[in-house]
């Protein structure tokens, strides 16, 4: 009997001594030339729960961002604060994006943000401090489609800006 306490008590620490649930901290923004439209097609995915927690933080302590109550308070914020984390360069000239809109998928919300009047490029450099002044661990993958050609970046607090080339 004492023999399976024993092992049952080691077991039992051992399992307690793990983390089981690991949390990343990451989000992914994809980046789409649209040459028909002469645009940036943008949808930048973040886990609801992290974007949710900044949010309060800096602007209301209330928000909950899945309410229909507070919808339109909820896209003035998320506009806000990507319009001041994450910079785009063409061509060594920096763009602005509009916020489009916003929806839910499981625990990501996506966003939609578009840059319009780009005809074509050769450089793009970006620039994504979403959630890193927040967590630690934080990176950003950015991938970014010209045509047929997509590169990608993974920026981190360290190293938060990256440039791509696309030659014609």
């Given amino acids: 009997m004492k023999k399976q306490l024993f092992i049952v008590s080691v077991l039992v620490i051992s399992l307690c001594s793990f983390n089981v649930l690991h949390k990343f901290y990451v989000s992914v923004t994809q980046i789409e030339f649209n040459e028909e439209e002469q645009s940036l097609q943008i949808i930048s995915r973040i886990f609801?729960?992290?974007?949710?927690?900044?949010?309060?933080?800096?602007?209301?302590?209330k928000l909950e961002l899945q309410s229909k109550q507070q919808e339109t308070k909820v896209d003035q914020y998320l506009n806000t604060y990507l319009k001041q984390k994450l910079r785009i360069?063409?061509?060594?000239?920096?763009?602005?994006?509009?916020?489009?809109?916003k929806e839910y998928d499981n625990d990501l919300v996506l966003c939609y943000l578009e840059v319009e009047n780009v005809s074509s490029f050769e450089t793009i450099k970006v620039s994504n401090l979403a959630l890193m002044d927040f967590f630690e661990e934080q990176q950003n993958i950015i991938h970014v489609k010209k045509g047929k050609k997509r590169k990608s970046l993974i920026l981190e607090k360290e190293r938060d800006q990256g440039m791509l080339k696309f030659s014609e």
């Avoid at 609801?48 to 302590?61: A, H, P, S």
């Avoid at 360069?89 to 809109?101: A, I, M, N, P, R």
């Fill in 89 to 101: 360069t063409v061509d060594g000239e920096e763009v602005f994006f509009s916020f489009l809109g």
């Fill in 48 to 61: 609801i729960d992290d974007i949710e927690k900044v949010l309060r933080e800096r602007y209301d302590e």
